[in-house]
């Protein structure tokens, strides 16, 4: 004798294992016999939500839209450490450029490629307003996802991340919260969440800080940090941090939001000492690991950052990026037997060109430092072939083209690399240390300001202009 199982509680046990498509098709058939099953309905709305759900309270990067259509208007000129949009506003501990790589806003590179950057940008204005973000993090379920008792917190869960409407999720909200007489944080926060969606950043700070009088929870005051770094007040972030910190001793969340922001702010030092204290709460959090390790490499001691990876490694992390890092780590740290290893680790892994370009890229690095210049000039060649945007590759190309003569095919590499990306030192200074051994001194002094305005720290570029100006004062 067969026993059959109960179709909804099969539908959840498929929900459970999060085989989320075949609970929607049971629910769909259950619905088809019982269109008023209210369970039906609010679990197959769930599992909808949950495919393409993504978690609200990771810190989302702007658009193009959101920089070029900015109506809110901030200080021109920022006081030093106040300000995440102004590069070189911080109070110092951050490495120069000539140590740590820079991205195009003037921040170090981090060690760590957060949620926000994992997404791709969406081709039109239309298709950024209207296209589900179909990303997910790693983070535990938090309240956004976790709270399907009622089916009307279940069907604004699904209209605001599956049918991505957010005026419709916004209408919903409203009257939920005058159902509720305005004493529900919950639909408060949801609200806030629709407005942050829709750029209306001071009604959704309203809406938390209400929601916050109500009830302390750990999101909203994550939540809120989000809307002070939209509006570019991480001091104000910090401060709302340390507040929750105070409810909230030990959190995790919160320690990793406030180093991620002295990491923005170029305050390497005590983003490191916070990075610590999440360690010292979850000695596993691999964002905290790979930070520390990455800054310890870049203060030249691959050794200790090569514990680090090595932690990430007995975790169970296993990624081209990981592997790339660790022959890195192995090279600087003498370690030779294990460099190559990693490295072909690190090309077997790989997910795209990208990743082929950058690891390449690093393997001719190794072989720059062991006097091989012709298996480094196939390297940066490779490199280029898989990714021919990559700048540093040209930079390097450059340099090995001028020790063997061509100097107009390395002044074209330099040029490349110095439009690819201006925020480098490297292919500004080089260049026009090139064209002042061949007499154009004009190129070489406007090379040598974009220079000083990527890094004015640099010593080299200051004497180089101190001499060009003789020059000139001289003509």
Same mark, same amino acid.
């Given at each position: 004798?067969?026993?059959?199982?109960?179709?909804?509680?099969?539908?959840?046990?498929?929900?459970?294992?999060?085989?989320?498509?075949?609970?929607?098709?049971?629910?769909?058939?259950?619905?088809?016999?019982?269109?008023?099953?209210?369970?039906?309905?609010?679990?197959?709305?769930?599992?909808?939500?949950?495919?393409?759900?993504?978690?609200?309270?990771?810190?989302?990067?702007?658009?193009?839209?959101?920089?070029?259509?900015?109506?809110?208007?901030?200080?021109?000129?920022?006081?030093?450490?106040?300000?995440?949009?102004?590069?070189?506003?911080?109070?110092?501990?951050?490495?120069?450029? @000539?140590?740590?790589?820079?991205?195009?806003?003037?921040?170090?590179?981090?060690?760590?490629?957060?949620?926000?950057?994992?997404?791709?940008?969406?081709?039109?204005?239309?298709?950024?307003?209207?296209?589900?973000?179909?990303?997910?993090?790693?983070?535990?379920?938090?309240?956004?996802?976790?709270?399907?008792?009622?089916?009307?917190?279940?069907?604004?869960?699904?209209?605001?991340?599956?049918?991505?409407?957010?005026?419709?999720?916004?209408?919903?909200?409203?009257?939920?919260?005058?159902?509720?007489?305005?004493?529900?944080?919950?639909?408060?926060?949801?609200?806030?969440?629709?407005?942050?969606?829709?750029?209306?950043?001071?009604?959704?700070?309203?809406?938390?800080?209400?929601?916050?009088?109500?009830?302390?929870?750990?999101?909203?005051?994550?939540?809120?940090?989000?809307?002070?770094?939209?509006?570019?007040?991480?001091?104000?972030?910090?401060?709302?941090?340390?507040?929750?910190?105070?409810?909230?001793?030990?959190?995790?969340?919160?320690?990793?939001?406030?180093?991620?922001?002295?990491?923005?702010?170029?305050?390497i030092s005590s983003a490191t000492e916070y990075y610590k204290d999440v360690l010292k709460q979850d000695n596993t959090h691999v964002e905290a690991i790979a930070c520390i390790g990455s800054n310890h490499f870049y203060t030249d001691q691959p050794e200790i950052a090569l514990r680090f990876y090595r932690r990430l490694l007995q975790m169970g992390v296993y990624n081209c990026q990981l592997y790339n890092n660790l022959g890195l780590c192995c090279f600087y740290a003498q370690q030779y037997d294990m460099t190559l290893s990693s490295f072909e680790r690190a090309l077997a892994l790989v997910d795209n060109d990208e990743?082929? @370009?950058?690891?390449?890229?690093?393997?001719?690095?190794?072989?720059?430092?062991?006097?091989?210049?012709?298996?480094?000039?196939?390297?940066?060649?490779?490199?280029?072939?898989?990714?021919?945007?990559?700048?540093?590759?040209?930079?390097?190309?450059?340099?090995?083209?001028?020790?063997?003569?061509?100097?107009?095919?390395?002044?074209?590499?330099?040029?490349?690399? @110095?439009?690819? @990306?201006?925020?480098?030192?490297?292919?500004?200074?080089?260049?026009?240390?090139?064209?002042?051994?061949?007499?154009?001194?004009?190129?070489?002094?406007?090379?040598?300001?974009?220079?000083?305005?990527?890094?004015?720290?640099?010593?080299?570029?200051?004497?180089?202009?101190?001499?060009?100006?003789?020059?000139?004062?001289?003509?």
């Amino acid at each position: 004798m067969e026993v059959t199982m109960d179709p909804l509680f099969l539908a959840w046990s498929y929900s459970r294992r999060r085989k989320l498509q075949q609970c929607s098709d049971i629910c769909t058939k259950i619905l088809q016999d019982n269109p008023y099953d209210q369970a039906a309905w609010s679990l197959k709305t769930r599992a909808l939500t949950e495919m393409v759900y993504i978690d609200e309270i990771e810190v989302d990067q702007e658009g193009i839209a959101e920089m070029m259509l900015d109506e809110s208007s901030i200080a021109q000129v920022a006081r030093p450490g106040t300000s995440l949009r102004l590069p070189g506003t911080s109070q110092g501990g951050g490495p120069t450029p @000539a140590v740590r790589p820079m991205t195009q806003s003037g921040r170090p590179i981090t060690g760590f490629v957060r949620p926000s950057t994992q997404s791709g940008r969406p081709g039109t204005m239309e298709q950024a307003i209207k296209t589900p973000r179909t990303a997910s993090t790693a983070r535990p379920v938090t309240s956004a996802s976790g709270r399907f008792i009622r089916l009307g917190t279940t069907l604004f869960e699904y209209i605001f991340h599956h049918e991505n409407d957010v005026k419709n999720a916004l209408d919903l909200a409203a009257q939920a919260t005058e159902h509720a007489q305005f004493k529900d944080w919950w639909w408060k926060v949801q609200l806030g969440k629709c407005y942050y969606r829709l750029g209306l950043y001071r009604e959704a700070e309203k809406q938390f800080r209400s929601a916050l009088n109500h009830q302390e929870v750990v999101d909203t005051y994550l939540y809120l940090s989000k809307v002070y770094q939209r509006l570019d007040q991480p001091i104000t972030a910090l401060n709302l941090f340390k507040q929750g910190l105070d409810h909230f001793p030990g959190e995790v969340t919160l320690l990793t939001g406030i180093a991620r922001i002295h990491e923005e702010m170029n305050n390497i030092s005590s983003a490191t000492e916070y990075y610590k204290d999440v360690l010292k709460q979850d000695n596993t959090h691999v964002e905290a690991i790979a930070c520390i390790g990455s800054n310890h490499f870049y203060t030249d001691q691959p050794e200790i950052a090569l514990r680090f990876y090595r932690r990430l490694l007995q975790m169970g992390v296993y990624n081209c990026q990981l592997y790339n890092n660790l022959g890195l780590c192995c090279f600087y740290a003498q370690q030779y037997d294990m460099t190559l290893s990693s490295f072909e680790r690190a090309l077997a892994l790989v997910d795209n060109d990208e990743e082929m @370009a950058d690891v390449w890229y690093n393997i001719g690095h190794v072989a720059v430092g062991i006097g091989d210049l012709t298996l480094a000039y196939q390297c940066f060649k490779l490199a280029l072939a898989f990714n021919n945007d990559h700048a540093e590759a040209y930079n390097n190309l450059a340099v090995l083209e001028l020790r063997k003569g061509r100097i107009e095919q390395s002044k074209a590499f330099l040029q490349t690399a @110095a439009s690819l @990306a201006p925020h480098m030192y490297e292919p500004h200074f080089n260049l026009s240390i090139l064209s002042e051994k061949i007499g154009d001194l004009q190129s070489s002094y406007t090379a040598a300001q974009k220079s000083e305005d990527a890094f004015p720290e640099h010593v080299d570029t200051q004497q180089l202009l101190k001499q060009l100006r003789q020059h000139f004062a001289v003509l």
